[in-house]
């Protein structure tokens, strides 16, 4: 197989890592080179002309979530469609994107799937190895790169200053049960160390599933030569599908195994950055449409067999002065895949090399590279970054996109910006090559394109902090799975175009010298105008209108918590019935989630109480998520 190895940039526009709640701002009381040169690691995108979300390690701890899927449903904005619970697979959705257009990376790595979204939270990680997430909501393409259409999530990893190790049993519901340790080593480098385990029987038929996941950190700093990170995984995983991706099917059943690594380098000196990185991921899937064959009929003789590799690297330079910042660099990235059905048939076979007796007749091989520029600077109260790209793809030729950020900050406290940014992204494999019974792709798919307008406003005070974004995302091309009323199967297709207008809005408040410690409470609506009128979609029309969640932390007694999620969740659209075949629209329900922790220096007990109201729902039409449910664990912390 032909492996790339291109060096290219990462981020631009790098800011001082500081958070102190959901929603962090930047000071104006500071120089813009003072503000944007002088950090460790960089942020995900510069926030003084935007908003970025951060969910912290205390939130993370005190949340009623045992994947980081789960975690992520507590944001305005996203929709986490689960098929099934436990990080055993879901799709996300930024402000009404498909699950397709959404960046994700690993301590700022890109680990963005190619064969389709469905894997992009195949995040080799435990929830307890996360320190911080950063989510940008919107279009960030130019500065991310192509994947980054409707928003980008970065995903940090613990650090210490201090050798520790942590071990941590878990127990629950339908036979669920978790094991894990995490240890680092201070020495040079740092070095962290995690193993986890997680199984369940499943909440229903054909929904058992066993996960382990081993990951590898370590980092040296070194003033002479900078920051060097290394990262590497693997996960093996292995679930029940009931009606995954058919409800014709309920004993589906599909196993992936996800290897990567990555090596980073920063290096800081006066008013110059230098960025590096490279990386590989390497994912291999096996769907079964009749687990174990079971019950297939004798035209079904094999499963379906996926191996994706994907190199790549980037490198950025930062010039910073009293005339701005300039950032600069180039990023490429080689995507390819074996399979027995994605892809371009094959003259020769070549061995699936994690099953034995099966051979890989079809490939398909794509390189992209992305050149891009951005310029930003303060002017007394405003700041104003602006900027482009231009991305190359064999196949899909070269496309430009760009935009600017505009931000006036009336005092060190409050932020008012407006914001335009274009977009584009490639189809996966799956859109271009996927075929069976219930499917037709096309490969004649084009790159989707958007232009996405922001105007918003943030507030940050002592206790509490708010802030709210209406935005307005033209889209051109975008891909979706349809059916037209007569046929019976689904095709993948470029609509002519898909609109959407929504609101975020964020509160929070923290209490001093109370038993009440912090409250919050969020809202996004979204409406979206699609051409669609004489045909099913799959996918881009099922989407969350309405999306409430107010949570509540406070103690009980000595070093006891509780933290409270009360959500309201309205989705719009319907889907069919698999028995009656009759239109079923999606209905608004409440869900109430609640997590108690006691904690003291070394140990750490906790109970999650999920949907306690035993309410009735599905992400997906038809595929029924679990009524009430619990998880009860107990983790060590030894110095």
């Known amino acids: 197989m032909k492996k790339i190895l291109l060096i290219t940039g990462i981020i631009c526009g790098c800011n001082v890592f500081r958070f102190s709640g959901q929603v962090t701002t930047d000071t104006l009381s500071v120089q813009l080179s003072d503000v944007e040169i002088n950090a460790t690691r960089t942020k995900l995108y510069p926030e003084m002309g935007r908003i970025l979300t951060v969910i912290d390690k205390n939130e993370i701890e005190r949340s009623a979530v045992r994947s980081i899927d789960e975690l992520l449903d507590y944001v305005s904005g996203l929709d986490i469609r689960q098929r099934g619970k436990n990080g055993v697979q879901a799709d996300i959705s930024v402000r009404g994107g498909s699950f397709d257009q959404a960046l994700i990376l690993l301590n700022g790595i890109n680990i963005t799937d190619p064969q389709t979204g469905h894997f992009n939270l195949d995040i080799p990680i ?9 989510i ?24 210490g200053t201090k050798p520790f190790l942590k071990a941590g049993l878990e127990a629950g519901s339908f036979g669920y049960g978790e094991q894990s340790v995490i240890t680092t080593f201070i020495q040079k480098p740092y070095t962290l160390l995690s193993l986890s385990h997680k199984s369940s029987d499943g909440y229903t038929d054909n929904t058992d599933f066993e996960n382990s996941n081993i990951f590898l950190h370590s980092k040296l700093n070194s003033p002479k030569f900078g920051n060097i990170q290394f990262q590497a995984a693997l996960q093996k995983k292995g679930f029940g599908a009931n009606g995954f991706y058919s409800l014709a099917y309920p004993h589906q059943f599909e196993s992936t195994q996800t290897l990567m690594a990555g090596l980073r380098w920063e290096l800081i000196r006066r008013n110059i950055s230098y960025h590096v990185q490279s990386y590989w991921r390497q994912h291999h899937d096996r769907f079964e449409l009749f687990r174990n064959f079971e019950g297939a009929p004798s035209s079904y003789t094999q499963h379906n067999y996926h191996l994706t590799d994907v190199v790549g690297g980037k490198f950025d330079a930062s010039v910073a002065n009293s005339w701005g910042k300039i950032t600069f660099g180039i990023e490429g990235r080689n995507e390819h895949i074996f399979s027995t059905v994605l892809g371009n048939e094959m003259n020769k076979t070549k061995p699936d090399p994690y099953e034995n007796g099966i051979n890989f007749n079809h490939s398909a091989n794509r390189l992209l590279g992305t050149a891009f520029i951005d310029y930003a600077k303060i002017f007394d109260r405003w700041y104003v970054s602006a900027g482009g790209a231009l991305s190359h793809a064999t196949a899909f030729g070269t496309n ?25 992204r490639l189809p996966t494999f799956t859109d271009l090559y996927y075929r069976s019974p219930t499917q037709i792709s096309n490969p004649n798919l084009k790159p989707e394109h958007s232009t996405t307008w922001e105007l918003g406003a943030c507030i940050q005070q002592k206790h509490w902090q708010a802030d709210a974004t209406t935005f307005y ?42 038993f009440l410690q912090k409250a919050g409470l969020s809202y996004s609506f979204l409406q979206m105008d699609k051409n669609a009128e004489n045909f099913d979609s799959k996918y881009a029309l099922d989407y969350m209108k309405h999306k409430l969640i107010a949570t509540l932390q406070h103690k009980t007694v000595k070093n006891c918590s509780l933290n409270w ?3 309201f969740l309205d989705r719009a659209g319907n889907y069919t019935d698999f028995y009656t075949q009759q239109p079923v629209n999606y209905q608004p329900y409440f869900s109430l989630d609640m997590k108690g922790l006691w904690e003291v220096e070394k140990y750490a007990v906790y109970l999650d109480l999920n949907n306690i109201f035993d309410k009735t729902y599905a992400d997906y039409g038809g595929i029924v998520q679990p009524g009430f449910n619990f998880t009860a664990g107990i983790k060590w912390k030894f110095k």
């Not at 435990?126 to 950063?134: A, G, I, M, R």
């Not at 940008?136 to 970065?154: D, E, H, Q, T, V």
């Not at 760009?402 to 274009?422: R, V």
């Open 126 to 134: 435990q929830l307890s190895d996360v320190s911080k997430v950063e």
């Open 565 to 567: 999620k009360l959500s």
């Open 473 to 514: 995302r033209k889209g051109k091309n975008i891909i979706d799975w349809v059916k037209e009323p007569d046929s019976t199967k689904w095709e993948s297709r470029n609509l002519t175009e898909v609109n959407a207008v929504g609101l975020d809005m964020n509160l929070n408040y923290s209490f001093s010298n109370s």
């Open 400 to 424: 430009p996109y760009g935009g600017f950020d505009i931000a006036f900050h009336p005092n060190n406290m409050t932020k008012i910006f407006f914001s335009s940014n274009t977009a584009v």
């Open 136 to 159: 940008l909501k919107g279009s960030s393409a130019r500065m991310l790169g192509p994947n980054a259409f409707s928003g980008a999530i970065n995903i940090i990893t613990e650090e």
